[in-house]
């Protein structure tokens, strides 16, 4: 619905001059509208769809921390139970704000059909579009993360199986595998990103190690979601003063 409302809104902008590339602010919500309603009704979606998307970038923070100090060893069944249940609400908290924040910016859509003036309706697309670049990127990271747990706990029930069947043993919660099968369980399991790209080092890491290494790459991935919300500042702020 949103992807079909930019395409259909870009397409009538286009013949318009491109905006001027000053460097972008932070984002922040629109402080000011001396506007009619229908103005202050965007204000307002805009205001909303900011704010949901600073809430993400503070879930994403936590979410690193707890990847950095998580304890998921299978020697303590409840304090592993526990922290994967703490980072499947952060999961969860980022995709419900995520589409919180998409319903925001199609209300922003809609008030931009009914403009005349083909500037202000490419403000208006230019910041759904860098703002849904954000919302985008941090949906994807709730979706790795939720996949990171879920491999977690395939990847204890395979342990198990090697270990009571194929003869495997524990090292704490390192898995050995038994070299007369060579059940490595390499695979495309999508925790082995989070192996370097290597699964042969899956075995040698402990699950604790793995999410160390997944909080290292959520944090590789915050500048590209800063830049789109820099890219979003500008054409919103001045939308809103060109209410």
């Known amino acids: 619905m949103i992807a079909q409302s930019l395409v259909a809104l870009a397409l009538a902008a286009s013949t318009v001059t491109p905006l001027t590339t000053a460097t972008p602010g932070p984002l922040r919500v629109i402080v000011r509208v001396k506007a009619t309603s229908p103005c202050a009704q965007m204000a307002t979606h805009a205001n909303a769809a900011i704010l949901l998307t600073l809430r993400n970038d503070v879930t994403l923070q936590q979410t690193i921390s707890q990847l950095q100090n998580v304890h998921l060893s299978p020697n303590n069944e409840i304090q592993r139970q526990v922290g994967m249940n703490e980072l499947l609400t952060l999961a969860g908290r980022l995709v419900r704000s995520s589409h919180d924040a998409d319903h925001e910016t199609q209300k922003i859509l809609d008030y931009a059909k009914t403009l005349k003036d083909p500037k202000e309706r490419a403000r208006l697309i230019a910041f759904v579009q860098a703002i849904g670049g954000a919302v985008g990127r941090q949906r994807k990271i709730a979706r790795d993360l939720g996949g990171f747990v879920a491999a977690i706990q395939g990847y204890k029930a395979m342990r198990w199986m090697n270990d009571e069947l194929a003869g495997g043993s524990w090292n704490r919660d390192t898995y050995v595998p038994n070299p007369q099968t060579n059940m490595n369980y ?23 190690q793995l999410a160390a290494r997944a909080a290292k790459a959520f ?11 820099a890219s979003a500042s500008t054409p919103i702020q001045s939308a809103a003063e060109h209410c």
């Open 186 to 208: 390499g695979g495309g399991d999508p925790m082995y990103r989070y192996a370097e790209g290597s699964p042969s080092l899956m075995p040698t890491l402990s699950n604790d």
């Open 219 to 229: 944090e590789r991935r915050l500048p590209a979601i800063a830049l789109d919300e």
